[in-house]
């Protein structure tokens, strides 16, 4: 499946409103098996509830579990179709934190270990587009009974990870001015998961124009 966008320029600027606070930092760390045995239970929850129930992750927790470019990380930050409080299938949202606080009671975890912070930074236009594509797109993060949590799309993740550089450093674009062990690494790997789904023909628009150069760069570098 195809992401698609027909403003490419216009709705890679909007997908996030950089203009609000971020939370505050999360109280200690999580390891892949951390996040899967607390996932497990928010799973078991939902399906107790007749529910099945598919969320988008951000950030960390993708990295960790599904990427593995980090050995921990801080929270599972979450989507979910919608952020309007009174649309018909809001209730979802209540009851992933509701089964999250179990999982925090019952593996001692900390109190934000799974959170939907990352809906502030989201347009209520965009949030269900950015769901769409990430069912499209497929890459599960984790998948049980009664819940699945998808990757969120590799271009919004990438933009998402070019903007947090940028404001650390000018020429922060250039992966290896970033550092290849921290920033630079999370935005090669993303870089280099778009640069594949370029050469299989099912990725478009600016995305196809950003990894262009990338897939060139690659062939440039291989040996003959």
């Not at 390891?31 to 045995?37: N, Q």
């Not at 599904?66 to 309007?84: E, M, P, R």
């Not at 890459?139 to 947090?164: H, I």
């Amino acid at each position: 499946m195809g992401i698609r966008s027909s403003r490419p320029a216009d709705d890679f600027a909007e997908l996030v409103n950089k203009g609000r606070p971020r939370p505050r930092q999360p109280e200690e760390t999580y390891s892949k098996a951390k996040i899967e045995g607390g996932l497990k239970v928010v799973a078991k929850h939902l399906a107790s509830k007749g529910l099945n129930v598919s969320i988008v992750a951000v950030g960390g927790a993708v990295n960790t579990v599904l990427l593995k470019s980090h050995a921990s990380t801080g929270d599972v930050d979450f989507f979910y179709s919608t952020k309007d409080s009174g649309a018909k299938d809001s209730n979802i949202v209540h009851e992933v934190m509701k089964a999250g606080k179990l999982a925090e009671k019952e593996l001692k975890l900390g109190h934000q270990w799974l959170n939907n912070h990352t809906t502030i930074f989201i347009e209520e236009t965009t949030i269900n587009d950015l769901y769409e594509q990430a069912i499209k797109q497929n890459e599960k993060v984790f998948s049980a009974k009664g819940l699945t949590v998808y990757a969120a799309p590799w271009n919004y993740a990438l933009m998402t990870k070019l903007d947090r550089a940028a404001k650390h450093m000018a020429d922060a674009v250039d992966c290896k001015k970033v550092g290849a062990g921290g920033l630079g690494k999370e935005i090669q790997v993303l870089i280099d998961k778009l640069a594949r789904e370029y050469k299989e023909g099912i990725i478009s628009g600016y995305v196809s124009y950003f990894v262009t150069s990338r897939v060139h760069h690659h062939h440039r570098s291989e040996p003959n």
